[in-house]
């Protein structure tokens, strides 16, 4: 619009874009309000429960026959570590949180790509793999999910990898699961609940 052109009746014009905006705004508002009371409803220690609920796989999977055929299988990929890291997955994940400051909603959704990964790619977690496997996962869910990410020197030097090591594990991740990263609301709120109904399940056996 030139100046030439403007006059009362594009004003009004304009009111009504302003206020068209405004509800737009608003309406922004209330989504990113909603999201944040949504991460506040997930009031729970959401590393213990993970942790927990991976431990559980871990142990269930130990079971499998064809056990050790598996960690030999799956030495060469970039996840399996030589020997089973010393730091267990608990404190792993808090190390994580605690420097990353991750949000828990981006928690929720690396176990569902962890998930993810082991059915598209057949992968079986052991406690060879599981600390690359969850640090693969998390790098891509803070990326797809969060607004403000640090530079990949930093994820690795919480990650307790090399920058090298970092972008093979992410670049694999992608990889395996199609570098389809879309968590659909269901699909969220399914695992939300999972990971709640897990804790109130543990505060009851302490």
């Known amino acids: 619009m030139s100046i030439n052109t403007f006059n009362s009746e594009n004003l009004s014009d304009c009111e009504e874009d302003e206020e068209e905006e405004t509800r737009n705004q608003s309406e922004?508002?209330?989504?990113?309000?909603?999201?944040?009371?949504?991460?506040k409803d997930l009031n729970i220690d959401i590393i213990n429960s993970i942790s927990e609920a991976l431990t559980l796989i871990l142990?269930?999977?130990?079971?499998?026959?064809?056990?050790?055929?598996?960690i030999e299988k799956q030495s060469k990929m970039i996840f399996s570590a030589k020997s089973i890291p010393s730091i267990s997955l608990y404190d792993y994940l808090k190390r994580i949180q605690k420097y990353s400051q991750i949000e828990k909603s981006t928690l929720v959704i690396t176990l569902i790509l962890i998930d993810h990964i082991c059915e598209k790619a057949h992968l079986t977690l052991t406690y060879y793999n599981i600390h690359r496997v969850l640090l693969g996962a998390i790098i891509v869910s803070i990326k797809f999910n969060e607004d403000s990410i640090y530079d990949?020197?930093?994820y690795a030097e919480i990650g307790g990898?090399?920058?090298?090591?970092?972008?093979?594990?992410?670049?694999?991740?992608?990889?395996?699961i199609n570098f389809n990263v879309f968590?659909?609301?269901?699909?969220?709120?399914?695992?939300?609940?999972?990971?709640?109904?897990?804790?109130?399940?543990?505060?009851?056996?302490?």
């Open 59 to 70: 142990e269930e999977n130990k079971k499998l026959k064809n056990y050790k055929e598996m």
């Open 161 to 176: 990898v090399k920058l090298n090591e970092l972008k093979m594990i992410e670049t694999t991740f992608l990889l395996l």
């Open 183 to 206: 968590v659909i609301y269901e699909e969220y709120e399914h695992y939300k609940n999972y990971l709640e109904g897990f804790y109130k399940v543990s505060q009851l056996d302490h």
């Open 28 to 39: 922004k508002e209330k989504e990113k309000n909603n999201k944040s009371e949504e991460i």
């Open 152 to 154: 990949n020197n930093y």
